[in-house]
């Protein structure tokens, strides 16, 4: 099983829509979680941290759930600058390496 | 400017002649790595460094080499490329705590023919 799983999608969505994404993770003792987004042949950039008890950033709300070992990202009216690559990040226990998900990509259409 | 830089941005080079890439960080992080991004398969970690003198692999290191003799440095290396090697490379630092951001550097798109 790999570390960190993410559907690619891509999933196409109109302007406005309401989208989600999961990402599971097998390390259960992984400490921290983030959302990143990439645009096409950029470099990945920090979206949001994913704490204990959710939280939000605007139109962005990520969630964690530690039984199931799997984090969320919701993205409400989505905008068409919306459409990039989100990728999840785990951070294990201490400071082994940060592992990503192969990223889920988000295409939002007029 | 907090930044990591990485050069060359684009490099096309011939089956083995070797080469480096460098990276290089402002914010004095300990961790520094290198990813390889390919369609379909994400960003896969090459190698990392906790710290000077303190290199590991990760999940794809064949073909690759590491130094770490500065903080600030970390030069990907590779000996005798191949045309499985043409990728898009990423350098990455962050602080050792857990919970703090990675930044990435621009990326090196090399074309190995």
């Known amino acids: 099983r790999k570390e960190v799983e993410q559907d690619p999608g891509p999933f196409n969505v109109p302007e406005g829509a309401t989208v989600a994404f999961n990402c599971t993770y097998s390390?259960?003792?992984?400490?921290?979680f983030f959302w990143y987004r990439q645009d096409c042949r950029k470099e990945p950039k920090l979206l949001m941290s994913v704490y204990s008890s959710g939280n939000e950033d605007g139109r962005f709300t990520a969630q964690l759930n530690r039984a199931s070992q799997y984090i969320s990202l919701l993205i409400r009216d989505s905008k068409l600058s919306d459409s990039a690559t989100y990728l999840c990040v785990v951070n294990p226990q201490g400071y082994q390496k940060v592992t990503f998900g192969i990223g889920t990509k988000l295409q939002v259409i007029p | 400017e907090a930044q990591v830089t990485q050069n060359p941005r684009y490099l096309i080079t011939v089956t083995g002649k070797k080469l480096t890439v460098t990276c290089s960080q402002n914010?004095?992080?300990?961790?520094m790595s290198w990813y390889r991004q390919d369609p379909g398969l994400g960003l896969r970690q090459i190698y990392y460094s906790m710290n000077v003198e303190v290199t590991d692999k990760g999940d794809v290191p064949e073909g690759y080499k590491v130094s770490r003799k500065e903080k600030r440095n970390f030069p990907l290396i590779l000996e005798s490329p191949s045309p499985n090697q043409t990728s898009l490379y990423f350098c990455?630092?962050?602080?050792?705590?857990?919970?703090?951001?990675?930044?990435f550097g621009q990326g090196t798109r090399l074309t190995v023919v």
């Open positions: 390390n259960s003792a992984s400490q921290s």
């Open positions: 990455a630092s962050k602080g050792l705590t857990s919970n703090t951001e990675a930044f």
């Open positions: 914010m004095n992080h300990e961790y």
